[in-house]
């Protein structure tokens, strides 16, 4: 049955004829409603298009600036950051167009990192910097872009995305390969790709703006050294792209839903460092012992093997290294050498060995994202490692593909 405003003002009135406490709280919830109602149906309806966008009137941006070629200048020793470039650079780029053009960008601010690093420079200390930045201007701000290096963006936004738990606003990554400094380059085009995407879309998650490309950042891997196209998501479809039209193309099923939860942000903490190890034919495991017999700090590694997740299990020194490593309660993750593809240690029997040692798979996950997680959950859970070993397989920030356990995903059973 369904009743409009006019009958439900008729059936307060009458209650109000019969005044008693139970009566005037059953008033009191059906105003509520009335109220309440049209704003909650709203906000279902949006949510169920997986409408993103939204108007950029009032909306504000903070670009942080942590360094990186897109705001280098050439010197005697090559190119290096330079203070307050990038800002001014910007500046003029936006006055070439008129208003009505630049209107689809929301008011911004830029902070400064400083130092200034080339990438290849950043440390989980220098990813502390930017979660503090983002946390503490938190409630200033709808939206927010880290400008950086590109050598070491993928690990820095898949940082990020662990970082921030029940993220409810944008953080985008982007950079470029050629410095505004000269007369070609790609960075206008990302800076400005990047603004409008801030400016106009409400997606709660940490992104990679490069080359039109919006990509998942823990999904994100640099695969060039020098095209433009520099970035690319091996296991994860792009959550939207730019092309002719003004506004980009979202993926809207693909966006992860941030609730009604409050956003929580974790500092790294390097209490507990992690090491990754690359298998070649014919290496000697006796050399890696005294990484962790000389630093007991290094409480974690990052395998990375052959093809779906395998090693030289016929190699003596190999079993007594995964023999040596589970002794010393070393959490180990099994990361394929292959850009693309997944973990699967239920299906060759090299791949069982190291999994009954302890190993675990690091499932479809970019190596960035592998060992960024991994720093994660040590600052998350320290040295309770049972902990740490049941979340490296479980999706949290959507870095992952696959669930259930690996044997369901076998070859033999595709």
Not at 104 to 112: L, N, R, T
Not at 154 to 181: H, M, R, W
Not at 266 to 292: A, C, M, Q, Y
Request: hydrophobic share 40%; glycine share 6%; charged share 20%.
């Amino acid at each position: 049955m369904e009743y409009n405003q006019r009958d439900i003002y008729i059936y307060i009135l009458i209650m109000i004829k019969m005044p008693s406490k139970k009566t005037l709280t059953l008033i009191l919830i059906v105003i509520t409603l009335i109220i309440i109602a049209p704003v909650v149906l709203r906000y279902t309806i949006i949510e169920t298009l997986g409408n993103y966008r939204v108007k950029n009137n009032g909306r504000k941006i903070l670009l942080i600036y942590t360094g990186g070629t897109i705001g280098m200048v050439e010197s005697s020793q090559g190119y290096v950051p330079k203070k307050h470039f990038l800002e001014k650079k910007l500046k003029t780029f936006l006055q070439m167009y008129p208003k009505d053009y630049t209107s689809i960008i929301a008011d911004y601010d830029i902070h400064e990192m400083d130092p200034l690093l080339d990438s290849s420079n950043m440390t989980p200390e220098d990813w502390n910097k930017i979660i503090s930045s983002i946390e503490n201007n938190y409630g200033k701000y709808e939206a927010f872009i880290v400008i950086h290096g590109t050598d070491t963006m993928a690990y820095s936004s898949s940082a990020v995305s662990f970082a921030f738990e029940n993220l409810t606003k944008p953080i985008i990554f982007t950079g470029s390969q050629i410095p505004l400094a000269r007369v070609r380059n790609d960075g206008h085009l990302n800076l400005i790709t990047s603004m409008i995407l801030a400016s106009n879309f409400d997606i709660p998650e940490v992104l990679l703006v490069f080359n039109n490309q919006i990509l998942r950042g823990n999904r994100t891997s640099k695969i060039s050294s020098n095209k433009l196209n520099a970035f690319e998501s091996p296991n994860f479809p792009e959550l939207g792209a730019f092309a002719y039209d003004k506004m980009p193309r979202i993926s809207d099923s693909l966006i992860r839903g941030s609730g009604f939860r409050t956003t929580v942000a974790t500092k790294f903490n390097i209490e507990h460092k992690v090491v990754v190890i690359w298998l070649t034919p014919g290496i000697d495991f006796n050399t890696f012992r005294s990484i962790f017999l000389s630093d007991p700090t290094v409480k974690g590694l990052v395998l990375m093997t052959y093809g779906i997740g395998d090693g030289p299990t016929s190699n003596k020194q190999f079993i007594a290294f995964l023999s040596f490593l589970k002794e010393r309660d070393i959490v180990v993750i099994n990361k394929s050498q292959c850009i693309e593809g997944k973990v699967d240690q239920g299906d060759y029997q090299t791949g069982d060995l190291l999994r009954s040692n302890g190993v675990i798979s690091g499932v479809d996950m970019t190596t960035e994202a592998t060992y960024c997680k991994l720093v994660y959950l040590f600052s998350v859970y320290g040295n309770n490692t049972s902990m740490i070993r049941s979340m490296i397989d479980t999706n949290i920030r959507g870095e992952l593909s696959l669930k259930g356990t690996e044997k369901e995903f076998a070859i033999s059973n595709l």
